[in-house]
């Protein structure tokens, strides 16, 4: 019965193409803070997974357990973040580091220098981005969601553009839900939701406005089921994907419009039927 | 017999190390080669150089892997 979910998924034949790969799920997976990351293969397949973010770090020599790489499906895209980069020349040597691992060349800019809110340096991101697109990297930069600096990231050559809905792991929602509106309408490049969402409606509603996907971590790692709530994100993410291709109906600013016919209405036959009874 | 050892700098930290090559490195220290990435010197080595990368006395090694993030 597990397969139920898996239908409004794959009805849309409507592909995000990233870098010449056409993906079928606009979920993104975020992979921190997850309790136990032998969840994720059921998480992948219970959302329908096709993205997953990684983070490179120095390895623990005391430490060598685990290996999230072990977990994560050989099909599933693996999009390396360059977290812990502070100026865009870190943020490059992070992403040819990932890059040398052998799983591809997608990588997710991050960089940030601001311990308190971990907002982006829009400006870094950009220098960084317009380096490693010329160095062939799919480049999916995570910015403040803010025109200028997404106008630059276009010419800077980025894959697409990875604004916050809300400071990171914060799960407080869609709170720049304006600023990211005037992307999508502006910048024509996939706009990705980055940070934020909370509950599955936050991104059901950036699918609605135009998004071209989500990525979610935080609101899925520290639930109480990660996987039952990956299942609804991926539910929510497609329902919001399959509202926007069909058009929402209009609404009205004021007062109300009967959904029943207005005309031939019983009410002279129950005035009738009262004077009679 | 005496193991010919050199001190290395790995992720920050001096070690004896035994290991002539990356690869021996990777083996002595208990890491799957095909998890971890390597700089020498502040230099990326590619994977398929690890075990033709020879390891001379105060190489400075920074050894990372891909962990779960956002």
């Known amino acids: 019965m597990d397969n139920s979910a898996q239908a409004p998924l794959q009805t849309a034949e409507d592909p995000l193409f990233i870098g010449g790969v056409g993906l079928k799920s606009r979920l993104f997976l975020g992979t921190g803070k997850l309790g136990r990351e032998e969840l994720i293969p059921e998480i992948v397949a219970a959302a329908g997974v096709q993205v997953i973010t990684v983070a490179l770090r120095r390895v623990d020599l005391s430490d060598k357990s685990g290996n999230v790489l072990s977990h994560i499906p050989v099909h599933v895209q693996l999009l390396p973040n360059t977290s812990g980069a502070r100026t865009a020349e870190e943020a490059v040597r992070i992403a040819r580091l990932a890059r040398a691992c052998g799983t591809g060349n997608w990588i997710k800019i991050e960089v940030i220098n601001d311990s308190v809110n971990l907002l982006p340096d829009g400006y870094g991101t950009a220098k960084a981005t317009e380096i490693l697109a010329k160095e062939g990297f799919v480049v999916l930069p995570y910015i403040n969601p803010d025109l200028y600096v997404a106008r630059d990231l276009v010419n800077a050559g980025a894959a697409a553009v990875m604004p916050l809905g809300a400071p990171i792991g914060s799960n407080r929602g869609l709170r720049t839900k304006e600023m990211i509106r005037i992307l999508i309408e502006e910048i024509d490049l996939p706009i990705i939701v980055d940070a934020g969402l909370g509950v599955p409606s936050h991104a059901c509603e950036a699918m609605e406005m135009g998004a071209a996907a989500c990525l979610i971590n935080t609101a899925i790692a520290t639930a109480s089921d990660p996987v039952h709530m990956a299942e609804a994100f991926g539910l929510a993410v497609a329902a919001g994907r399959a509202a926007l291709l069909a058009g929402p109906g209009r609404s009205l600013v004021a007062g109300a419009s009967a959904s029943s016919p207005e005309t031939g209405k019983l009410t002279a036959f129950l005035e009738a039927n009262a004077a009679s009874g | ?70």
């Open chain 2, 1 to 70: 017999m005496e193991q010919k050892t050199k001190e290395l700098v790995i992720n920050g930290e001096s070690r004896l190390c035994a290991a002539h090559s990356l690869s021996d490195l990777l083996k002595e220290l208990g890491l799957g080669e095909s998890a971890v990435v390597a700089e020498i010197n502040g230099k990326i080595v590619s994977r398929q150089d690890f075990a033709v990368t020879i390891l001379a006395f105060g190489d400075k090694i920074e050894l990372a892997r891909f962990v779960g993030g956002g």
